[in-house]
């Protein structure tokens, strides 16, 4: 139980950063990662129910973080052009821009985390094979 507490309040530490450095992109962590899965697509378009699995996220979920980020200017809906049911999620430009800068502060804050760089290599690879062993999609 020590690994699991250890665990979470590390990550409750390490989501304090990351709120704070998306703070002035007003983002949150959930809609900074709908822009990067869609800046990580080739056509940086998706189709809602596609980013909600790849988010492992509630389709409600996926629709308030699209909403904001559509009120935003960031990211806009289209309609499939094959199947008008389909209802894609489009990166803007600006939307790209965001993500490009928020990305740039997050590295910024996790240049230096606090533990020695063969450390958080040797933390990734653990954390990897626990999350391969819990039933995650790992790369």
């Known amino acids: ?5 250890s665990l979470v309040r590390a990550q ?5 950063r990351i709120d704070a450095a998306l703070r002035p992109h007003d983002l949150t962590f ?3 990662e709908v822009l990067q899965v869609l800046s990580f697509s080739s056509a940086g378009r998706m189709p809602m129910t596609r980013l909600g699995s790849l988010l492992q996220v509630h ?4 629709t ?3 909403d904001r980020l559509e009120r935003q200017g960031l990211v806009e809906r289209e309609r499939g052009a094959e199947d008008r049911r389909v209802v894609l999620a489009v990166l ?4 790209r821009a965001a993500a490009s800068a928020a990305t740039a502060d997050l590295n910024e804050v996790f240049r230096s985390p606090g533990v020695a760089p063969e450390d958080v290599a040797d933390l ?3 954390l990897t094979r626990l999350r391969r062993g819990s ?4 790369d």
Not at 1 to 5: E, H, I, K, N, S
Not at 12 to 16: I, W
Not at 59 to 62: E, G, I, K, T, Y
């Open 1 to 5: 139980m020590a690994m699991v507490t």
């Open 12 to 16: 409750q530490l390490l989501m304090e």
């Open 30 to 32: 959930a809609r900074y």
């Open 124 to 126: 990734t690879t653990l």
């Open 135 to 138: 039933g995650d999609a790992v």
């Open 92 to 95: 803007r430009d600006a939307g």
């Open 64 to 66: 308030n973080a699209v």
């Open 59 to 62: 389709p409600a979920s996926v």
